[in-house]
């Protein structure tokens, strides 16, 4: 059963540092991972979405990195912003299509001070 | 764009009371889910349905009942409501051709007292 483990919990940095926020999974298999950023109270939003036989994604200040032998990927932020301040989770499918149910980490919740 | 709506967007309910929460989505997707967002747990898929007709149980299934009522449609229903079941739930579509993600609503937070 997939598993996926997001540390820390909470991390906070000031504004203008690039940052890199961690996401494990425990099986190699995956179809597919994705980065989502979520406000508060609000739903998530998609950030990201690597597919397994791709290494990395960017869009604009965000990098995210796959790499399947070690059970990792990373989500890269460049010169961090205030609004960058949210929620970060990242998900595993095993499965492509209506089967690729999401496992979720529990997130990195991502302060960045002016 | 209004994507994924999710209705209500707050609810509190007494122990026992049954209630359903509607969602629908505009964006011709195929597949709809349902997830439960608890502190401390992260989100856990309770159903899905992959095409209008069909539904299949996800992780935490037990307490709920859903109905793919057409393509746009995907309500959750709670036959009697237990306080274990407060929770931010998210309602969830996907076009399943290509590698695409999920686009989520934005949540009703439902009490159960």
């Known amino acids: 059963k997939q598993e996926v483990t997001q540390i820390p919990a909470a991390l906070s940095v000031p504004e203008g540092e690039n940052l890199v926020l961690n996401c494990s999974f425990t099986d190699s298999a995956i179809y597919n991972l994705q980065w989502f950023r979520q406000d508060p109270g609000k739903g998530l939003t998609s950030l990201l979405l690597i597919q397994s036989s791709q290494r990395e994604q960017t869009s604009g200040r965000l990098n995210a990195s796959l790499d399947k032998s070690s059970g990792r990927s990373t989500l890269y932020i460049a010169a961090s912003q205030p609004g960058d301040s949210a929620t970060y989770l990242c998900a595993g499918s095993n499965y492509g299509g209506s089967q690729g149910n999401l496992i979720f980490g529990k997130g990195t919740k991502l302060s960045v001070k002016p | 764009n209004a994507g994924v709506t999710q209705t209500p967007k707050f609810q509190v309910l007494k122990t026992g009371q049954s209630m359903t929460l509607q969602c629908a989505q505009d964006?011709?997707?195929?597949?709809m889910y349902w997830y439960r967002q608890d502190p401390g747990m992260g989100l856990r898929l309770i159903y899905y349905?992959?095409?209008?007709?069909?539904?299949d149980k996800g992780e935490v299934p037990n307490g709920y009942n859903v109905s793919r009522l057409n393509k746009r449609e995907f309500s959750l229903r709670l036959e009697s409501a237990a306080p274990s079941q407060t929770s931010v739930y998210f309602c969830?579509?996907?076009?399943?051709?290509?590698?695409?993600?999920?686009?989520f609503g934005d949540g009703t937070r439902l009490s159960i007292l």
């Open positions: 969830a579509s996907l076009r399943d051709r290509g590698n695409q993600p999920q686009h």
């Open positions: 349905s992959a095409s209008e007709g069909t539904t």
């Open positions: 964006m011709n997707h195929n597949s």
